[in-house]
């Protein structure tokens, strides 16, 4: 089956994967756009299951403050290589960890990876951090977050 040039750019951009992983995913897909996306998700999340052995020894600290000022949060994620802790998806992990701790206020790490994510309730905080690993090819990890309210 042939694979046309703008469905791969399509799904590029939906999901930052590979060019040729994308394209096997569509062959898979039989050319099915809905089918491939969750192929793509499906092998990112296999990617992380192989790298969570990993040592992290890099990563940032985020920090959120509420517009009124009466709620902030920190929350440190942790990768391999302060390269990756520089990339744009890892950035934007890292955002949206502190909002979904503004958000569902957990008690610890464990309850923050099996929640819901707010943005996409199809999808647990756990899945969207293994998707970001099988997009950035390194281990993360959420290794602490701090909540402080008025």
Not at 32 to 56: F, M, P, S
Not at 59 to 79: D, E, I, P, Q, R
Not at 107 to 123: C, F, G, I, M, Q
Request: net charge positive; glycine share 6%.
């Amino acid at each position: 089956m042939a694979i046309d040039v703008a469905a791969i750019k399509k799904l590029r951009e939906l999901t930052s994967a590979g060019v040729s992983d994308i394209r096997s995913a569509l062959d898979e897909a039989r050319g099915d756009e809905k089918k491939a996306i969750e192929i793509l998700r499906k092998r990112g999340i296999e990617k992380a299951a192989k790298k969570a052995d990993r040592q992290v020894k890099a990563g940032m600290v985020f920090a959120y403050v509420h517009h009124t000022g009466t709620l902030g949060v920190l929350v440190s994620l942790a990768c391999e290589t302060d390269f990756v802790a520089k990339t744009d998806d890892f950035q934007k992990l890292g955002k949206e960890l502190c909002l979904q701790v503004a958000s569902s206020q957990p008690e610890n790490t464990e309850a923050l990876l099996k929640s819901e994510y707010v943005r996409d309730p199809a999808k647990t905080i756990a899945e969207l951090v293994k998707e970001t690993i099988g997009k950035l090819g390194e281990n993360i990890q959420v290794t602490d977050f701090r909540i402080a309210k008025i």
